[in-house]
């Protein structure tokens, strides 16, 4: 179908009345126009996501009822004896409670049992309830941290992950082969039930039974906490409060949930301007960490304070390597155990996991991979993953990173070493000490609409196509091809890169930096990754070290950007 059969269409039955108004108003720009039908909206490694309004790459309730007919479809292709159920959450964002509300219409106008979160709730509180409730899928309506104008809708299977390949496959071709006037809309009401505290009770009960202190080891630690206007506020209080934490001191203007997002320019906790009304507070009451997660809190970023006191925010590599090797440190036995990151993730993970003698597997970007190690390995046992956007997971009873069990894991290491007269910020150290010192760096360059997604396939194929023999003047010894499955090296030699296909390239120089490049699956960026490398053989060198590493990055972000 053409852009202009497309547009045609949605300015007829089955479309309201209001989504037609709104196609003859985009007429009127037509550069609007064309990005609001050029494609179909699709999923990437967070689901579909995108800008809420009428046409075909837009997020409505026309897409979205497109994505629940389909998975209807199949949910019913799969269906034994009982009646295929589904759990459906969202979160603070506008729209997110309709768009649920028409999410749940569709589903029992399949035949499919909808379990409803009554109000709000976050991402790893879906994934949680869908082995709870032992559902055949969930679905949450969410953009994470995405801009205001952002929604979207995650697909979890029967495991409580993000689907992946061939579910993944075998669910778009049939929403792809759903035609608007097919999807079917006659609510049954009988097949719809909200639920709420009996979950949340669960989860949290849950997580903090699988926590490593006391109560009593808690209870002087002072913590500030932000939800960024977002859903936390429903799950992580309650938890702490349970968990023995008596000082939790809520940022007041950041509490309510909020989907205009109106005290901070991005609601994600990997920008540090999110965290201005927290680092004022935590100063002016000298507390102990501070904790911030992202609209559906699957993401948590901290703040701890350096060697002289000040406060620094740490970037989800360095998060995630502090609360790994703290979990690691809490094990009796490593047997039969792994954890697990992403291959543009910190390489000090498997340094750690070599060092501990345990395995760490690594998966391509996106969260729904680590979920499917679990999944895959039922024989082995998941100590905690994590990955450089601020996503950790600690156990496998959810299956998708979740910023609330990290969060009070995060609490829990602070307050283990303030118990010893330590810090969190020197225990990174002594880890960088100890198995080496890493300075990761991301840049991402933003380029919108249908021509920025050109652009961005044109800048991928050139690098792929016509690959450099150095970056900043350091050998490129070999270059991972995700997309063509292969690994070519600097003598011409190749071998087999197993892992599931993906448009990603990953640059390894002679001096053990990588580059890694890819396209965003969720925004318009084409994203860069660096990762150096040093040997710190003291503490008080860390500054000179990290000065050093920091200018290598920006070396090698300087020369692969202009390639």
């Keep these: 179908m053409t852009i202009e059969q497309s547009i045609s269409q949605w300015t007829k039955t089955p479309f309201d009345k209001e989504t037609i108004a709104e196609v003859e108003t985009l007429k009127q720009n037509p550069t609007a126009l064309e990005d609001a039908f050029y494609k179909e909206i699709e999923f990437g490694t967070g689901g579909m996501r995108g800008v809420m309004g009428a046409g075909t790459n837009r997020i409505n309730q026309y897409t979205l009822g497109k994505a629940s007919q389909g998975l209807a479809d199949y949910l019913n292709s799969k269906k034994e004896d ?61 953009a994470s941290h995405n801009p205001p104008e952002y929604n979207g809708y995650k697909v979890y299977n029967k495991y409580g992950g993000q689907i992946v390949p061939p579910e993944d496959t075998a669910i778009m071709e049939l929403i792809q082969a759903v035609n608007y006037i097919d999807i079917k ?27 490593y202190l006391t109560a009593a080891e808690r209870k002087e630690t002072s913590v500030i906490f932000t939800p960024l206007h977002g859903t936390s506020i429903v799950s992580l209080p309650s938890a702490l409060e349970q968990a023995g934490y008596r000082k939790v001191h809520i940022i007041e203007e950041q509490k309510d949930p909020n989907g205009d997002f109106p005290t901070v320019i991005s609601p994600n906790p990997e920008e540090s301007e999110a965290f201005t009304l927290a680092l004022k507070q935590a100063e002016s009451i000298d507390a102990d960490i501070i904790l911030g997660t992202d609209p559906d809190a699957d993401r948590i970023g901290i703040g701890v304070k350096d060697l ?33 990151s992403t291959v543009v993730s910190t390489p000090l993970m498997e340094k750690m ?188 060198d860390y500054p000179n070290m990290q000065a050093i590493l920091n200018k290598t990055c920006e070396e090698l972000m300087s020369a692969i950007i202009s390639l």
């Design 82 to 142: 009982s009646t295929p159920k589904v759990v459906i959450a969202y979160d603070c964002r506008h729209n997110s409670e309709t768009f649920a509300k028409a999410v749940a219409q569709v589903f029992s106008a399949n035949n499919i049992r909808a379990y409803v979160f009554s109000s709000l709730r976050p991402t790893p509180l879906l994934s949680f309830a869908v082995r709870y409730l032992k559902a055949d899928a969930g679905i949450v309506l969410t």
């Design 185 to 211: 809309w006659e609510q049954k009401e009988e097949l719809i039930q909200l639920i709420d505290k009996e979950i949340d009770q669960a989860y949290t009960t849950t997580i903090v039974n699988d926590s």
């Design 353 to 540: 996991a070599q060092a501990f003698g345990l395995e760490c597997k690594l998966g391509l970007t996106g969260f729904k991979w680590i979920g499917k190690m679990i999944q895959d390995t039922p024989n082995k046992n998941f100590l905690c993953g994590g990955e450089e956007s601020y996503g950790f997971l600690v156990g496998d009873k959810v299956r998708d990173k979740d910023a609330i069990s990290a969060a009070l894991l995060a609490c829990d290491l602070q307050s283990h070493l303030k118990g010893k007269g330590s810090s969190v910020y020197a225990y990174l150290l002594e880890t960088y000490q100890r198995f080496g010192c890493y300075q990761e760096s991301l840049q991402s360059i933003t380029k919108k609409g249908k021509q920025g997604a050109e652009e961005i396939a044109q800048l991928m194929r050139k690098m792929r196509q016509d690959s450099p023999k150095t970056i900043a003047n350091k050998a490129v010894i070999k270059l991972d091809d995700f997309l063509l499955g292969h690994t070519k090296h600097a003598d011409g030699s190749a071998s087999k890169l197993d892992f599931p296909k993906a448009n990603v390239l990953k640059f390894h120089l002679s001096d053990g930096s990588t580059v890694a490049v890819r396209p965003s699956g969720t925004e318009p960026k084409i994203k860069f990754y660096i990762s150096v490398n040093g040997t710190l053989k003291k503490i008080e």
């Design 308 to 340: 002289n006191g000040k406060w620094t925010l740490l970037n989800g590599n360095q998060l995630m390597v502090v609360l790994t090797r703290f979990v690691l440190e809490q094990q009796t036995s490593m047997e039969n155990s792994f954890i697990a």
